[in-house]
């Protein structure tokens, strides 16, 4: 019922906001693209820019992680 009736995208938008995030997160991501009646995307969105920014903000690596040592696993 709270997926039909609107009420899980609402209460996601508040508990957005309340992290700082923006009120309109869900009107906002609407007006970026369309699907069609099955489901497919049509418009295309700028991943390099989404990775980068994810990296700038700390997400991701730079560098390969260092080798997982055997001897230390539990």
Do not use: N, Y
């Not at 969105?45 to 700038?56: E, Q």
């Amino acid at each position: 019922r709270a997926l039909d009736s609107g009420r899980a995208a609402e209460q996601f938008a508040e508990m957005v906001a309340a992290q700082g995030g923006p009120p309109r997160l869900l009107e906002e991501a609407a007006e970026l693209a369309e699907a069609d009646a099955d489901g497919v995307v049509h418009e295309t969105a700028d991943v390099v820019f989404f990775a980068l920014t994810a990296l700038i903000r700390g997400g991701g690596r730079l560098e390969d992680p260092p080798p997982v040592v055997d001897a230390w696993a539990l």
